[in-house]
């Protein structure tokens, strides 16, 4: 099962809403976790079973979707919003990630 | 606090080996699952392998099987990735993830810091 996030690359301001997209090729439920990684840093769990939100994780933060289309949204930008984000498949023999959403400063 | 921290990267030559280590602390090592996740310069994250609790249960990523041996010492809260037969698209920044469970199938809710594997002549 390939995993595909969209738009790779995404220009937003602060202040902005903004949603990220991760495909699954196949159904995988709700088995999907979001993570931000800020450079030269460890990836950060935000999000886990598709829309449940990681203990102090900010609310602004929010996860949807089931089957094989899933949802990451950022209600309002905050300037330490701006990252990589990636979506991970598990519950399965062999967890993928997405290639990863950059999200920068317009 | 968990604290995660890698060791063991470093530079090495094309075919030979490596032995990664992770030291676990702040959680119980010895009730959770643990993987190995990397990230090539300037690319994105890779599942790379997870073991059960118990070390009853490894599992690979179908690229790089048979090149990888898992494994954990629980007395010693420590995880090792032991990688032969390196490549030079085996560079990449190596992290130590823990499992939110006791089976290696779940998410990770902590990361090491990375330790830098750079294969290269």
């Known amino acids: 099962i390939q995993m595909t996030q969209s738009p790779s690359t995404l220009s937003a301001s602060v202040g902005d809403r903004v949603t990220i997209t991760c495909r699954a090729s196949?159904?995988?439920?709700?088995?999907l976790a979001w993570y931000q990684q800020k450079p030269g840093k460890a990836p950060k769990l935000l999000i886990f079973?598709?829309?449940t939100l990681e203990s102090g994780v900010p609310s602004r933060f929010s996860g949807s979707g089931s089957g094989t289309e899933f949802t990451l949204t950022i209600s309002s930008l905050q300037p330490d919003d701006f990252a990589t984000y990636y979506c991970q498949r598990y519950n399965t023999f062999q967890s993928t990630f997405g290639q990863g959403t950059k999200l920068e400063i317009k | 606090e968990v604290q995660l921290v890698e060791s063991g990267g470093g530079l090495v030559q094309p075919g030979r080996s490596l032995r990664l280590s992770c030291v676990g602390s702040g959680f119980m090592f010895d009730e959770y699952a643990m993987h190995w996740v990397r990230q090539a310069p300037g690319k994105g994250l890779e599942w790379v392998s997870g073991i059960s609790w118990n070390s009853d249960n490894s599992r690979y990523a179908d690229s790089l099987e048979g090149r990888l041996t898992i494994s954990r010492d629980n007395a010693k809260k420590s995880l090792y990735l032991e990688m032969n037969g390196l490549r030079p698209d085996d560079t990449a920044v190596y992290y130590c993830a823990k499992d939110i469970g006791p089976e290696s199938i779940d998410y990770f809710d902590s990361w090491g810091q990375g330790t830098l594997v750079t294969v290269s002549s």
């Open positions: 196949q159904s995988i439920g709700s088995w």
């Open positions: 079973k598709a829309s």
